[in-house]
């Protein structure tokens, strides 16, 4: 799982989520200060931009960065959390193309406990908001979260016209 590749920016999301984790074990990798979560995240060398998502069903960071080392991230999570051990076995991996794709399945609906509920949209949409607000991106993050939320948004308008 250590793969280390550098060039332009990439985009890495790493999630622990329902899908592989029981609650209890996901509450082991929330973020407790989340201001902090996002310093550590910034100055940690390759990192550029982040986002945090938590909600009650995953806790997802999508990094900006000039080079993906994974075991890194994984290290600097447990640093965060101060958590020793966590399992990160459970975790996902996408970068690039893939964590963009996850991210429209997300803001879609369509990575939800319940397929289709309307809830992750809204929470994606405050979680880019705090970062942008806080100056936590800068400009490779925002255009690939600003395409994802409109395509959720209209996602949900079709579906409410069919009801």
Avoid at 14 to 28: D, F
Avoid at 93 to 106: F, M, Y
């Amino acid at each position: 799982m250590n793969s280390v590749i550098t060039d332009e920016l990439k985009l890495l999301n790493v999630r622990i989520t329902h899908k592989k984790a029981p609650i209890h074990v996901l509450e082991k990798f929330t973020f407790k200060d989340i201001g902090k979560a996002y310093r550590v995240f910034l100055t940690s060398g390759d990192i550029r931009e982040c986002v945090i998502l938590q909600t009650c069903n995953r806790v997802e960071v999508f990094l900006a960065l000039d080079k993906i080392d994974v075991e890194k991230i994984f290290d600097i999570w447990k640093d965060i959390t101060e958590m020793k051990e966590l399992p990160f076995e459970l975790a996902e991996i996408d970068q690039d193309k893939a964590a963009i794709n996850h991210l429209l399945r997300l803001t879609s609906g369509l990575e939800s406990l319940v397929v289709g509920e309307d809830q992750i949209l809204g929470q994606v949409k405050r979680a880019f908001e705090y970062s942008r607000q806080n100056c936590y991106v800068d400009s490779f993050v925002p255009i690939i979260f600003e395409h994802a939320i409109k395509v959720g948004g209209r996602i949900r308008d079709r579906e409410l016209k069919k009801t």
